[in-house]
Every structure is written in C-alpha cells, then in structure tokens.
C-alpha cells in the first residue's frame, strides 16, 4: 500500500535499478497513492533551449534561454512546468510551498515572454516527459531497494549542478555514495 508522507520527495535510482531511463536519476515525487506514482526526472538537462523546440503561433517576440529538461521516459511529446514561484491564474498542481507544475501552454508563453528572470534554471524549468507507475509498481521497487528516498529540498534541486544532484542528494543523509553497491535490503 502507498505511503502518501513519501510526496513529496526525491527518488534517487540505485545500482540495482534495472532501467536505462533511470542510471543515477533523480526524480521528484509529486504524486503516490494506491493508484500509482507520477515523478519527474530533475537532473537531466537536454542539450537545447526552448525556442529551437517549441513553435509558436503568433512567434514570441524574442528568443529564450530557457532549458530543457528531460522529465521521463513516458510521453516525452508532452512539456510540463517546474516553477518555484505560483503562477497566477494557473490551476497547476502545488507540489509543495514553492514548488509547483503545470502543463499550461499559455503559462509557457507568458515565461517565455515575460521577465527574462523567470527562465533562468533557478526559476523555471520544461520537463519533457514523466515518469509514471502504475498501481503497486512503486511499492515493489522501493521492497527491492531500487530506490532511496530523500526528503525534498527545492534549494538542492534547483541550486546544485545537475551532474553533482544524485551525489548531493545521498549526502544529505549522512551516506557516502562509493558505500552503495548493488544488493537487496532497505537503503
């Protein structure tokens, strides 16, 4: 059974995880109960900014700088929103004080046009794709220790290099991340 105190939280794959899509990811758990799990990838950026990706129509009248992320390996056709301040008139989902997702399309455009500062990587961020479970599916893979729980920091997410987040993360609970080898047990 789902243990709804996990959401939010970091996941952070372990070498027993067996699945490319997650090697050292960090995901965001936004959402867990008995009818799955739904998380986004937070420390795998994709190597181009939006404006060469996303069309407009009308264009934006200029271009962004804001980077692309990869959320997950399910419906990556599909950009969602990480944003650290609430965006107004948004019925987005709060994940936490702070931290909050949408799928708005228009709320897209109004970063993209808006206040250059809103898509500086400490702000905003497009996910493309999600990382979805399905009933019970989460629970077995925390049982086999695939992953290790992390309580949600958005200053770690946001503020720490990518390359450096899963390292970090694992730190932050006192353990050395050369300790972890691949073996069944808790974590």
Known sequence: MSDQSLTPSLLLAMPQLDDANFSRAVVLLCKYSDEGALGFIVNRPIDTVTSRMVVFDPPLRSETSLTIWEGGPVSQERGWLLCRVRPEGDDGLTICEGLYMSSSQALLRQILDGD???????????????????????????????WLTVPLDVKLVFDTPPEEL????????????????????VH
């Not at 809103?118 to 695939?146: C, K």
């Not at 899963?166 to 047990?185: F, N």
Request: charged share 25%.
């Open 116 to 146: 250059s500062r809103e898509t500086e990587p400490d702000r905003s961020r497009l996910l493309l794709g999600y990382a979805g479970w399905g009933p019970g599916q989460l629970d077995r893979e925390l049982a086999a220790s695939a």
């Open 166 to 185: 899963w390292e970090k993360a694992i730190r932050t609970l006192g353990v050395d991340p050369a300790a972890i080898a691949p073996a069944p047990g």
